[in-house]
């Protein structure tokens, strides 16, 4: 009977709601991404997958938790290169490592960033504001989701590389540090672009520089990569992926894989993505095994990264 418990629950799952643990403030990039991608796999799947906010930390806290949850197919973890890469190098204490403590189950686009200003800031262009922080270091703040953040994480590369010093200021997630951005208590974040571009569409914020070249034009004509004349080589997007606490039923993994790869297969939710700035990857680059290996390489990415870039330590 034991022997055959296995077979049965991976038969039977999923046998009740599914819950996916964001570890930010609801409304921000990865929490709209997270819900955009569970609706889909949930129809999939024939079953809602619950979407949990589980803020704090630059993510670090609700990861913690989904380390610890019962590797059963019924709490996921939704990484993303701060929490699942860099964490390891920037906090002393962390509770969990990304790798050991989970597995990875399908990794989702990528999304490249924008660097924001309040639409009353003086700073048309990221030259203009690197060399008012360059006149006045540290007077300049920088909003961002917590230590370890991709908006902490791609503002700290970006001090690193234009040789300035700015003032960071730690929100429960990029959705509460926007409001204040829009709001002109902070002057500049990085925010990814599916939460960026309505925020500058909808003129409530500019749009200075992105971080990628392609596909981003469309989505914000006239806006400069800095890789083209300011920070040359400066790329950067935020990915992210579903991880399992470790251990859980290899069946439940690939029912997930394979219902993602099947919402994919919706050109118009792919081509939506796109018109977010959204890079979608390669399918192969999705699979549970490609994105386990991308991870552990990105943890050995992030120790060289952030000595180099001499990143916050907790
Ligand atoms: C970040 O790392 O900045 C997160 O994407 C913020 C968020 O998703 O709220």
Redesign the pocket.
């Known amino acids: 009977l034991l022997c055959a418990a296995p077979f049965v629950h991976a038969q039977a799952w999923p046998a009740k709601p599914v819950t996916w643990i964001v570890p ?2 609801a409304g ?4 709209a991404m997270a819900r955009d991608i569970a609706d889909k796999v949930g129809r999939q799947i024939g079953q809602a997958i619950v979407i949990e906010n589980a803020a704090g930390a630059g ?1 670090t806290i609700g990861a913690g938790k989904a380390a610890k949850a019962a590797p059963d197919g019924y709490t996921f973890l939704v990484g ?1 290169m ?1 929490y699942m890469g860099a964490a390891p190098s920037l906090y002393k204490k962390l509770g969990y490592d990304p790798v050991k403590d989970f597995d990875a189950v399908f990794r989702f686009p990528d999304t490249p960033l924008v660097l924001l200003v309040p639409k009353s800031s003086p700073y048309k262009s990221a030259d203009a504001l690197i060399a008012a922080a360059k006149a006045a270091p540290n007077k300049i703040n920088f909003g ?2 917590g230590v370890g ?3 902490h994480l791609i503002a700290a590369l970006f001090e690193s590389r234009a040789g300035i010093q700015v003032t960071s200021v730690s929100y429960k ?3 509460p540090a926007m409001n204040d951005l829009v709001g002109g208590q902070v002057d500049a974040m990085f925010d ?1 672009s599916n939460t960026a571009l309505p925020q500058v569409t909808g003129g409530r914020v500019n749009a200075i520089a992105l971080t990628s070249l392609t596909p981003m034009s469309q989505q914000y004509p006239g806006v400069p990569a800095l890789a083209e004349k300011t920070l040359p080589g400066f790329e950067a997007a ?1 990915w992210y992926g579903l991880y399992a606490p470790k251990g859980v039923p290899k069946d439940v993994v690939g029912k997930l894989h394979q219902a993602y790869l099947k919402a994919l297969a919706d050109k118009e939710w792919t081509h939506r993505m796109a018109a977010q700035g959204i890079h979608l990857l390669p399918d192969a680059q999705y699979a549970p095994e490609s994105f386990a290996r991308h991870t552990a390489a990105e943890v050995e990415k992030w120790r060289k990264v952030a000595t180099d870039a001499k990143i916050q330590i907790d």
């Not at 921000?28 to 929490?31: A, I, N």
């Open positions: 930010f403030a921000g990039p990865t929490d993510g993303h701060g961002n989701a953040s991709t908006s997630g990029a959705a990814q935020t």
